[in-house]
Nanobody, 117 residues
Framework: QVQLVESGGGLVQAGGSLRLSCVVIGSIFRLNTMGWYRQAPGKQRDLVASITSGGTTNYADSVKGRFTISRDNAKNTVYLQMNSLKPEDTAVYYC???????????WGQGTQVTVSS
């Protein structure tokens, strides 16, 4: 069984920074693309950033230049460094990982990020 354990959320003022971490635990044959999604109240869950096993990254336009995704393959961990945070970044952030030959989809429990103005 695969579990994703997130940490690093919290309350921060606009302009501040936070770093999210997500470690993948369990029997993992192959850890493929990992990513972060977010969901604000009343809105759908949207991709924030993703990173392939080879290190290729992809970002939502709204976070380009402010957020950086990275991963440590030896630790099965993905990070999201969030700088210059804005109130509109407030959401529950979910870690996502695709594993195995067929990209089985796994989600973390979510971590709240609140940016005050």
């Amino acid at each position: 069984q695969v579990q994703l354990v997130e940490s690093g959320g919290g309350l921060v003022q606009a302009g501040g920074s936070l770093r999210l971490s997500c470690v993948v635990i369990g029997s993992i044959f192959r850890l493929n693309t990992m990513g972060w999604y977010r969901q604000a109240p009343g809105k759908q869950r949207d991709l924030v950033a993703s990173i392939t096993s080879g290190g290729t990254t992809n970002y939502a336009d709204s976070v380009k230049g402010r957020f950086t995704i990275s991963r440590d393959n030896a630790k099965n961990t993905v990070y999201l460094q969030m700088n210059s945070l804005k109130p509109e970044d407030t959401a529950v952030y979910y870690c996502n990982a695709l594993t195995g030959l067929y990209d089985y989809n796994h989600w973390g429990q979510g971590t709240q990020v609140t940016v005050s103005s």
